[in-house]
């Protein structure tokens, strides 16, 4: 058996603490050689931290070099700053990757989805850097630099020849914003010409969005800045049921957080019927970042297995399984 490797495990708010311990049940079935070390962050634990993002919690995920995320609630138009955007400011999880994938038995208007979403994670429209410059005017700043496009750049290359991907496309809006998606594109450009068997390609944001509703099969790895991201991978999980069947990963150079992307779901915490699909796919991605690639293609297959059999299913994908239900389903399949 190999050393133990520590995971910092981190609930999160709503149905988090719900798909989570489903997460870990599965983990520990594979008898993993890791150690789960849980940490709170996000907005429930505020009146016990006075923050949503505690010092410690941090200082866990730096030591460990992994976490394992739940969904945190973030207040709208108030409140502290997301715990989310927090953990990837302290830890520079510069590339969000966003694997979008069709589930077995789950209808959507699409068949065969296979798309990739590379984002880049620490800078442009959507960190927030903005103020009141006169009353009833406020100015909010853009900041893209070429070290950080450059490396998200070369991540998403790399990602596309890790796994044997044919076409990059960077997605931008250098037509109106020449300078700041100008230089975007020239740090993939550059990139793009040290990988010459992967095709290089750049879409225009809106375009992106009317092709990708007529035909997703025409994407592969899609490399786009910070806001831009968040909305197209949005989309694509639509793509192939929602943001329930599809897992998140924020990656740095010394530290990864994989997480569920939903939405904390209040309405149903507490009353054991929330899916853990995204969380378990995100699971397996992280095994397979760690080296466990075996165990986390097993996560996968059982997935993959008890969709395809379609007998279990939870609410929100038409079924009335429990999550427990559905968790024995996956160990069973393991």
């Given at each position: 058996?190999?050393?133990?490797?520590t995971?910092?495990?981190?609930?999160?708010?709503?149905?988090?603490?719900?798909?989570?311990?489903?997460?870990?049940?599965?983990?520990?079935?594979?008898?993993?050689?890791?150690?789960?070390?849980?940490?709170?962050?996000?907005?429930?634990?505020?009146?016990?931290?006075?923050?949503?993002?505690?010092h410690?919690?941090?200082?866990?995920?730096?030591?460990?070099?992994?976490?394992?995320?739940?969904?945190t609630?973030?207040?709208?138009?108030?409140?502290?700053?997301?715990?989310?955007?927090?953990?990837?400011?302290?830890?520079?999880?510069?590339?969000?990757l966003?694997?979008?994938?069709?589930?077995?038995?789950?209808?959507?208007?699409?068949?065969?989805?296979?798309?990739?979403v590379v984002?880049?994670?620490?800078?442009?429209?959507?960190?927030?850097?903005?103020?009141?410059?006169?009353?009833?005017?406020?100015?909010?700043?853009?900041?893209i630099?070429?070290?950080?496009?450059?490396?998200?750049?070369?991540?998403?290359?790399?990602?596309?020849?890790?796994?044997?991907?044919?076409?990059?496309?960077?997605?931008?809006?250098?037509?109106?914003?020449?300078l700041?998606?100008?230089?975007?594109?020239d740090?993939?450009?550059?990139?793009g010409?040290?990988?010459?068997?992967?095709?290089?390609?750049?879409?225009?944001?809106?375009?992106?969005?009317?092709?990708?509703?007529?035909?997703?099969?025409?994407?592969?790895?899609?490399?786009?800045?910070n806001?831009?991201?968040?909305i197209?991978?949005?989309?694509?999980?639509?793509?192939?049921?929602?943001?329930g069947?599809?897992?998140?990963?924020?990656?740095?150079?010394?530290?990864?957080?994989?997480?569920?992307?939903h939405?904390?779901?209040?309405?149903i915490?507490?009353?054991?019927?929330?899916?853990?699909?995204?969380?378990?796919?995100?699971?397996?991605?992280?095994?397979?970042?760690?080296?466990?690639?075996?165990?986390?293609q097993?996560v996968?297959?059982?997935?993959?297995?008890?969709?395809?059999?379609?007998?279990?299913?939870?609410?929100?994908?038409?079924?009335?399984?429990?999550?427990?239900?559905?968790?024995?389903?996956?160990?069973?399949?393991l």
């Open positions: 058996m190999a050393n133990t490797r995971v910092t495990v981190i609930n999160g708010d709503g149905i988090g603490p719900e798909v989570m311990g489903a997460t870990i049940r599965v983990l520990e079935a594979l008898k993993l050689p890791l150690d789960f070390d849980h940490k709170d962050a996000g907005t429930e634990v505020i009146a016990k931290y006075g923050t949503n993002l505690p410690e919690t941090v200082e866990a995920v730096l030591r460990s070099g992994v976490a394992l995320k739940g969904p609630g973030t207040v709208v138009g108030g409140g502290m700053p997301s715990a989310n955007v927090g953990l990837r400011k302290r830890l520079d999880l510069y590339a969000s966003r694997p979008v994938k069709s589930v077995p038995s789950v209808k959507t208007r699409y068949e065969d989805v296979d798309l990739i984002r880049e994670n620490t800078e442009g429209l959507y960190v927030g850097i903005e103020h009141i410059v006169v009353p009833g005017v406020v100015e909010s700043l853009k900041i630099t070429e070290k950080a496009s450059t490396r998200i750049a070369r991540f998403a290359f790399e990602h596309a020849r890790k796994l044997g991907r044919k076409k990059v496309t960077a997605v931008h809006k250098a037509n109106i914003m020449k700041s998606d100008g230089l975007f594109l740090c993939c450009r550059k990139v010409r040290e990988f010459p068997e992967i095709q290089y390609e750049e879409v225009i944001i809106d375009n992106l969005c009317m092709q990708l509703v007529k035909d997703p099969s025409r994407f592969d790895v899609m490399v786009l800045e806001l831009y991201g968040d197209i991978s949005d989309l694509c999980a639509g793509l192939v049921g929602g943001l069947v599809v897992p998140g990963a924020n990656i740095g150079e010394r530290t990864a957080v994989f997480e569920a992307v939405g904390t779901a209040p309405d915490a507490g009353k054991g019927i929330a899916n853990p699909t995204a969380l378990l796919m995100s699971a397996a991605m992280m095994l397979d970042w760690m080296g466990l690639t075996e165990e986390g097993r996968q297959a059982a997935l993959q297995k008890v969709y395809g059999e379609g007998k279990i299913r939870t609410g929100d994908l038409g079924g009335s399984s429990t999550t427990r239900e559905f968790t024995d389903a996956i160990i069973a399949a």
